[in-house]
């Protein structure tokens, strides 16, 4: 039987394991350990979420006033992309669909066909929540399908540092174990190559059954130890490096994530409840370091609170994410650029996929290959989805002339094609992006369909703008009645701290 579960690595990774394994496996008779040293820093995977991150919460039990009050957490209704097809022009990625169907066709396709009618507005104007993003508005959804609140979605940004602490005492409230010191060596069975052991400084020895290889880029159980192969993106992506500082809080506190482009990557700019955090994501092939630190300082909307904090990081992931006894889960498994926020999604979704594969009295290969199967079916279309927001641009210079013109996976060449004709868009094996994620982005980047979806000739055009009508003015009305986003958060709060 697996009794023995060792994390190997905190952080955000180690900890979300950790606290699910706690609550799911923690009264079974199986024990977990985590593996941690402070003397070895942590890489925070980024402080921006997606919508799915609602769902690993709740499946905790976490109260959500509490979890704000705590990881200084603010809403987030999706992500503001600034200059990314040429300077002064923007998109909104919204969290949620875009509008409602009409006689079951989509309501993008409708706009295509009246987009050159002023009345139409953009294609953010049929979204609840790019509406109350511009309104710098907020409130959960509502439970009514008829009510266009109904369609709002959201994530949330957040201390990820703090999110790991407020975990851990979550993990170790039920039953799991930390031991702090560093690995020396790795024990392996002599037979099967499985792994046995970790060795720890001080000359201890810590047995397991199952490891969670939570340690960060290095992959010390999964890529150093087993070697599994590292599948590199980066002709795809070439950002390779990033500069992170965080500012103070200014106002307003808007409810969604800032991209913007630069000279050779993009800045991120994400508002919490006592900082604002600050990145640049760049290729060291087409600006230095010092530059790139430069101009991350030079745009701070606010008085930078700490130093520059620079990493390295080269975009792909493993070929397989569980070899043997060892399941890697976060940056040990793979790492994409924090572009669409996923880091913290892919955690998720590796845990959540190896709680509905845990093997019992052994580790069959049949639930390593679905695991492996569901992983690679996560990250690939996601390295699509961001591939997407450089190959499509009109700004100047090497870096951008570069994105331009590579190659790209004959899956995106496909999604692109398919959109260039008539604006269609399908999803294919659960990938995470659904198809009101890639319209705006397409459209956003300026790929504009050359014909809409014929079925939008069988309605009459005074109809088809009657309803347009009616679905950007409910949205903009229903904005209007919500609170403040800073006011929604400072109430959540408040509950908190009362309780």
């Avoid at 409810?255 to 060291?284: D, K, M």
């Avoid at 919500?482 to 400072?490: E, K, T």
């Amino acid at each position: 039987m697996i009794r023995r579960i060792v994390v190997v690595g905190g952080g955000t990774a180690g900890w979300m394991t950790a606290a699910a394994l706690a609550r799911f496996l923690g009264n079974s008779g199986r024990r977990i350990i985590l593996i941690e040293s402070e003397a070895i820093g942590t890489v925070g995977v980024g402080e921006g979420t997606i919508p799915p991150i609602q769902e690993f919460n709740q499946q905790l039990g976490i109260d959500e006033a509490q979890f704000l009050r705590e990881t200084k957490a603010t809403y987030k209704l999706g992500i503001d992309f600034v200059g990314w097809t040429a300077d002064g022009e923007r998109y909104f990625h919204q969290f949620g669909p875009i509008g409602r169907t009409l006689n079951g066709v989509s309501l993008h396709q409708l706009w295509l066909k009246h987009r050159n009618d002023p009345s139409a507005g953009t294609i953010d104007h049929y979204s609840m929540s790019a509406v109350a993003a511009a309104n710098n508005r907020f409130s959960h959804p509502a439970a009514d399908p008829a009510d266009p609140l109904s369609q709002i979605n959201f994530a949330y940004h957040f201390d990820a540092g703090a999110y790991g602490q407020f975990l851990r005492r979550y993990a170790e409230a039920k039953g799991a174990e930390r031991i702090e010191g560093r690995i020396t060596s790795v024990e392996r069975n002599g037979e099967t190559g499985a792994v046995e052991a970790v060795l720890m400084e001080g000359d201890r020895r810590v047995r397991g059954d199952l490891f969670i290889d939570c340690s960060g880029f290095r992959s010390l159980l999964l890529g150093d130890t087993l070697g599994v192969p590292f599948e590199d993106w980066s002709h795809w992506l070439p950002c390779d490096r990033a500069i992170a500082v965080p500012s103070e809080r200014t106002e307003p506190l808007l409810p969604f994530t800032r991209s913007t482009a630069h000279a050779a990557g993009w800045q991120w700019r994400i508002p919490l409840q006592h900082r604002t955090g600050n990145g640049h994501v760049y290729s060291s092939a087409h600006i230095s370091d010092d530059e790139a630190e430069a101009t991350l300082l030079r745009t701070l909307d606010g008085q930078a609170i700490a130093s520059p904090n620079r990493l390295k990081f080269t975009a792909g992931r493993r070929s397989r994410a569980w070899e043997s006894n060892v399941v890697a889960i976060g940056l040990s498994s793979g790492f994409l650029e924090p572009l669409e926020s996923t880091s913290i999604h892919l955690i998720q979704h590796g845990i959540q996929k190896l709680l509905s594969l845990f093997p019992g009295a052994q580790i069959g290969q049949a639930e390593r290959d679905e695991y492996n199967r569901h992983m690679v079916n996560s990250y690939d279309p996601i390295r699509d989805f961001l591939i997407l927001h450089y190959t499509a641009n009109r700004r100047p210079g090497p870096f951008w002339e570069h994105a331009r013109n590579m190659e790209l996976p004959d899956t995106l060449k496909h999604k692109i094609e398919l959109f260039r004709e008539r604006g269609r868009v399908f999803r294919y094996n659960d990938e995470l992006f659904d198809i009101g994620s890639w319209i705006p982005v397409m459209l956003g980047q300026g790929i504009i369909p050359a014909e809409y979806d014929p079925l939008v000739d069988g309605m009459p055009d005074a109809q088809v703008r009657r309803a347009m009508a009616d679905l950007r003015s409910g949205y903009e009305r229903t904005a209007q009645k919500l609170p403040l986003a800073s006011d929604f958060i400072n109430r959540k709060v408040s509950e908190a701290a009362a309780a």
